[in-house]
């Protein structure tokens, strides 16, 4: 079954730096990826995501890659802010199956 | 206001006990799925259900149990069988077919001593 890889498990930038979550998948399958953040004692949050007909997607502040050859797709967030601060978590699926496997999740801290 | 709620948002019990966390949406969804989340790792998937009166089982459905009668309500009941059942358990929805996307609610975290 798929398998994902995050890294790293904790990253922690000054604001206005940016911000890069990398994860790795296995199952060569998978065609949908999205990203999602987590607020302390929240329910994860939906902030992007891409499908494998596309190599790149952007929405303001952040970013989504994917390379499909290499098995790997990157989070970037750009002038970072505190408010940015939580965990990230990546995850992948294989259309018709709706089943999402997650990464182990990136907790990012944005220093004021 | 749309959205998934999931009450109530502690829950404490004793071992021993079976217990049911309740999990509603009104996005008219049709797929609904139970997730553990412990700390320092991802989602795990514990049951998913894509439409009424039908669901399967996900990675770690032992000790667990649903029912999906209606198409806004999917209970979780964690059982005396679970070995260690104190988490975090989030409930999400997506619309289905193509629509992958899953929103989550607020998640109850469950303790159980």
């Known amino acids: 079954g798929e398998n994902v890889e995050q890294h790293p498990s904790t990253l922690s930038v000054q604001e206005g730096d940016s911000a890069v979550i990398k994860c790795t998948y296995s199952d060569s399958a998978s065609n949908y990826f999205p990203w999602y953040k987590q607020e302390l004692g929240k329910g994860p949050q939906l902030i992007i995501d891409?499908?494998?007909?596309?190599g790149e997607k952007k929405d303001q502040r952040i970013a989504v890659t994917l390379n499909k050859t290499a098995k790997h797709f990157s989070l970037h967030i750009t002038e970072t802010q505190p408010e940015d601060s939580a965990v990230y978590f990546c995850?992948?699926?294989?259309?018709?199956?709706?089943?999402?496997?997650f990464g182990t999740g990136t907790r990012l801290l944005v220093s004021p | 206001d749309g959205g998934i709620t999931q009450s109530p948002k502690y829950l404490f019990r004793k071992e021993g006990q079976n217990v049911t966390l309740s999990c509603e949406q009104n996005l008219n969804h049709d797929a609904m799925y139970w997730y553990r989340q412990d700390p320092g790792q991802g989602l795990r998937l514990i049951y998913y259900?894509?439409?009424?009166?039908?669901?399967q089982k996900g990675d770690i459905a032992e000790g667990y149990s649903v029912s999906r009668e209606k198409k806004e309500s999917f209970p979780l009941t964690v059982t005396s069988a679970q070995k260690n059942p104190t988490a975090f358990y989030l409930c999400?929805?997506?619309?289905?077919?193509?629509?992958?996307?899953?929103?989550f609610g607020p998640g109850t975290r469950l303790t159980v001593t």
């Open positions: 259900s894509q439409i009424v009166n039908d669901f």
């Open positions: 891409i499908r494998s007909n596309v």
């Open positions: 999400a929805s997506s619309r289905g077919g193509t629509g992958y996307e899953q929103y």
């Open positions: 995850a992948a699926s294989v259309e018709g199956f709706q089943k999402l496997v």
